[in-house]
């Protein structure tokens, strides 16, 4: 038996494994003896064999012996990330499973890394020794491969493919940021970026025995590796534009081993645009958590008056090209001259048009809808623009889009979207959070009705102004506060001066944050008379800070205000008045709504939206191409 490792392993030896039940067993009994104080840790790659329980009978024997199981069938290199993944020690090696390389050879090639970053072990250099030779054939294969690498990549080793290779782990966990292939190619992208890196990567004589039972058809296996290598080149290289029309002509089925992403966001505007909304919201609370989590993130809008061209906001770089007119034409340019291969996924945000990102990018993406827009365009934008853009949610969007997945921020936005068929596969669902700072606090000492959001058209506060009127009859000390700013101010501020409700409505313009959570924790009622929302964040904010929330029967409202228990949802044609007297004037029903908001609100958190974001990214990107992404965030 192994003895227990009392303290951290020297070495971490990963073994990928793929239906090797013939031959692991002993390969695994052998590195135990030999790595006592060291792991080994077996990286079952889509293994359909009896491999899984020779492993564990070897684990019931040993105690330095693991494994993790992979269903896919992902390649090498998929196989040797999952177990770096995993592994603990600074000396970090992988071998194949077949015992072409002994155990004590193994180990005298890690004892021997000392200064380099990393050691391959190498048949073809001045001493070493074969005892069992390879078929000529497969000598001949594998000598015209190697000259076939050194001429496209300028790699100075005689041996890249020989199974037996140690890194340090400092050099490793670098050069893994930049490695994407984990087929056929797997070792020789892995020793180039080691080489663009400039670390140092010595190749050792060995000594290597040929395994008969070899799974490798060698014809079948030459052309695969021939052509991987190919595209690794045109991938490392000016010609990198042609790899996905390569990889139709060629299919080479690359893994690309992704455990972090580097993700673009496409949004007509940024958190500091004059007009964001919660769209903005939506996306940048989500990009900040996934920044924590590793992640790159970079942001690209439209252009405004006053900001810069490139900016960054916590940490997060912005892009701001074109304008509000000119954005849809300018992000397809700047995309392909600026961000072209530089992200694993794209989010194209549909603020009633996307970006039809699919034009011009074949990475993998995900298209979020806030809402559909058709009844927006139909009722506030005139006919020559209006018909044209709801043509285009209705019909163009589902062909251009038809083989991304969407995603929607409300069951109200997926049922729209399934009604015009704006989708061919299932939307998924990621709602929106809450910020955690949004707690309750003291109420107004006077009623006070909230509206906060942009003052937009279809935002119809207007009627909420209309509505005072008729509430200040019975509640004359009742006030409005609208907080938020948008091109219908102006229109707004004169009706409330016509109705000679000045001194009771005051516009507070755009707030920041620490305004928004006194007014919400104040209102003793917050009111949302919008024709249409993709969720109403608004209404969440103010159930976390103890307020209740009216709000019409209406896609988005309908779903986040829970009618009779964290406020009041009013027939879409009825009048706001009474349900707004009805809270400002019973204080046991105001007090019960407010318990029930407190509750609801609960259930939402931008953390938790940011990791169901990143599910729906990890589906899209491993649909894509198959990929190995970690599976703990």
């Known amino acids: 038996m192994v003895p227990l490792l009392k303290t951290e392993p020297r070495f971490s030896i990963i073994i990928p494994a793929h239906n090797e039940q013939d031959r692991i ?21 889509g293994c359909t064999d009896g491999t899984l329980a020779a492993v564990e009978r070897v684990e019931a024997r040993t105690l330095n012996v693991r494994h993790v199981e992979i269903p896919e069938t992902i390649g090498k290199g998929g196989a040797v990330r999952a177990g770096f993944m995993l592994a603990r020690a600074s000396v970090v090696g992988y071998v194949d499973a077949d015992g072409a390389t002994a155990a004590g050879e193994m180990r005298r090639l890690c004892e021997s890394l000392e200064t380099d970053d990393g050691v391959i072990a190498s048949r073809w250099v001045p001493g070493a020794a074969i005892d069992r030779k390879q078929t000529l054939l497969r000598r001949a294969a594998s000598r015209t491969f190697n000259l076939i690498v050194r001429v496209l990549f300028g790699l100075p080793y005689a041996d890249t493919q020989c199974g037996a290779k140690v890194f340090s782990r400092s050099s490793l966990e670098l ?23 400039g670390l140092s990567v010595r190749e050792e004589p060995t000594y290597w025995s040929d395994v008969e039972g070899s799974r490798l058809r060698l014809g079948q296996a030459s052309r695969l590796m021939l052509a991987a290598v190919i595209r690794l080149r045109l991938r490392h290289s000016i010609l990198r534009l042609l790899v996905p029309v390569y990889d139709r002509l060629f299919p080479t089925r690359p893994v690309r081993v992704k455990d972090r992403y580097n993700i673009l966001v496409m949004n007509w505007r940024d958190p500091k645009h004059p007009q964001a909304g919660g769209a903005e919201k939506y996306l940048f609370e989500q990009a900040k958590r996934w920044l924590r989590r590793g992640h790159y993130v970079e942001w690209l809008s439209g252009g405004f008056a006053g900001g810069a061209a490139r900016d960054s906001i916590d940490s997060i770089p912005i892009r701001r090209v074109g304008n509000a007119v000119t954005v849809y034409a300018a992000v397809p340019w700047t995309y392909v001259t600026e961000f072209r291969d530089r992200f694993d996924v794209i989010l194209d945000a549909e603020n009633g048009l996307p970006f039809f990102s699919p034009l011009y ?38 062909l251009v889009y038809r083989n991304v997945p969407f995603v929607a921020v409300s069951e109200d936005t997926r049922a729209e979207m399934n009604a015009i068929g704006m989708s061919k596969r299932p939307v998924s669902i990621v709602y929106n959070g809450v910020d955690g700072d949004l707690v309750p606090g003291p109420k107004a000492p006077l009623p006070t009705i909230l509206y906060l959001g942009r003052l937009m058209p279809y935002k119809r506060v207007d009627l909420l102004i209309d509505a005072l009127a008729e509430v200040r009859e019975s509640v004359p000390n009742a006030s409005l506060v609208v907080a938020g700013d948008g091109p219908e101010r102006p229109v707004l501020e004169k009706r409330a001066e016509r109705l000679g409700l000045t001194s ?23 009111v949302n008379p919008s024709e249409i929302e993709g969720w109403g964040v608004s209404v969440i904010e103010a159930n976390a800070c103890g307020t209740a929330a009216v709000a019409f029967d209406v896609p988005g409202l309908r779903e986040s ?12 044609d009825a009048e706001l008045a009474p349900s707004i007297l009805s809270l400002l004037r019973d204080s046991a029903l105001r007090e019960r709504l407010e318990r029930g908001a407190v509750a609801w609100a609960r259930n939402f958190s931008w953390d938790r939206s940011a990791d169901g974001m990143l599910k729906e990214m990890d589906k899209a990107v491993v649909g894509f191409d198959r990929s190995l992404v970690e599976a703990k965030r």
């Not at 018909?387 to 285009?392: A, N, V």
Request: with cysteine; charged share 25%.
């Open 25 to 45: 067993e002993s390969t695994l009994e052998q590195y135990a003896r030999a790595f006592a104080d060291s792991e080994i840790i077996v990286a079952l790659n």
């Open 361 to 398: 990018s074949l990475k993998p993406k995900l298209c979020i809808v806030h809402h559909v827009h058709l009844e927006v365009f139909r009722k506030h934008l005139p006919a020559w623009l209006a018909y044209p853009l709801m043509l285009c949610e209705r019909t163009i969007v589902p």
């Open 175 to 197: 050069a893994m940021r930049h490695v994407e292939t984990s087929n056929l190619a797997f070792d020789v992208d892995l020793l180039f970026v080691m080489k663009a890196l």
């Open 561 to 572: 205000v829970r009618h009779n228990q964290t406020g009041l949802v009013v027939p879409k």
């Open 504 to 526: 009771c409505v005051t516009f507070e313009g755009f707030v920041d944050e620490r305004r928004k959570r006194e007014l919400l924790q104040k209102a003793w009622v917050l």
